[in-house]
């Protein structure tokens, strides 16, 4: 069974810092998505950054990136920047496929980081 | 629009009662699914809908009944509501073949009491 790994319960940042969520994951897939969500207060889930593990190229979203390791299984973002808004639990998520997608596979979540901006 | 929504968003009831939460997505999507976060905030996969098939059933109690009328909407019913089912249940939905991306509604928080 795969498993997601978020060794940091909490970190905390100075606005306008720049800031490193660490996960790891274990599968023995070779074709799979790998996925950041943030989840502020209000609860509602939003999609941060995807990866395709096929891809080499680390995916960037504006003030967010991501430094993907295959062969270490890991996974971790980058917010630089950070703003009050980041402010929010922020979960890496897993799910397996095939480049051309397909299937109805749920995500295997990590336990979260909860991610304090400091004014 | 709202692209998935559930309702309600807050259900408080007693223990031993029967409740359903519904979600509906407006995104044209074929899979949906139930996952369940608990009280530390670990979010689990629960069932997964392809086109009102039933595609991943995890270790749920078959308490936990999911339905889906058409591939818009998946409802969850769950019957004699037990306390450790207090928690926030999140419904989603994607398009295979199209990035895989899920979109979450905004939860439903049920407490049992």
């Known amino acids: 069974a795969q498993t997601v790994t978020q060794s940091q319960p909490e970190m905390s940042v100075q606005e306008a810092e720049t800031v490193t969520l660490s996960c790891t994951y274990d599968?023995?897939?070779?074709?799979?998505?790998l996925f950041w969500y943030k989840q502020p207060p209000s609860r509602q889930m939003i999609l941060v950054i995807r990866q395709e593990a096929y891809k080499q190229q680390n995916a960037t979203e504006n003030r967010f990136s991501v430094n993907f390791q295959k062969a270490a299984k890991s996974f971790s973002l980058k917010i630089s920047d950070s703003q009050l808004g980041d402010a929010a639990m922020y979960f890496c998520?897993?799910?397996?496929?095939?480049?051309?997608?397909?299937?109805?596979?749920?995500?295997?979540f990590g336990k979260g980081t909860h991610l304090i901006i400091q004014p | 629009d709202t692209a998935v929504s559930q309702t309600p968003k807050y259900l408080v009831t007693q223990m031993g009662n029967d409740k359903s939460i519904k979600c509906e997505q407006n995104?044209?999507?074929?899979?949906m699914y139930w996952y369940k976060q608990d009280s530390k905030k670990f979010l689990k996969i629960m069932f997964s809908y392809n086109n009102k098939e039933l595609i991943i059933n995890e270790t749920v109690p078959n308490r936990f009944s999911p339905k889906s009328p058409d591939k818009a909407h998946l409802n969850l019913h769950i019957n004699s509501l037990e306390l450790g089912d207090s928690a926030v249940y999140f419904c989603?939905?994607?398009?295979?073949?199209?990035?895989?991306?899920?979109?979450f509604g905004a939860g439903t928080r049920l407490s049992v009491l």
């Open positions: 989603a939905s994607s398009q295979p073949g199209t990035g895989d991306i899920q979109y």
């Open positions: 599968t023995s897939e070779s074709d799979y998505y």
């Open positions: 995104l044209g999507h074929d899979t």
């Open positions: 998520a897993y799910r397996a496929g095939s480049p051309s997608g397909g299937g109805a596979d749920g995500l295997t």
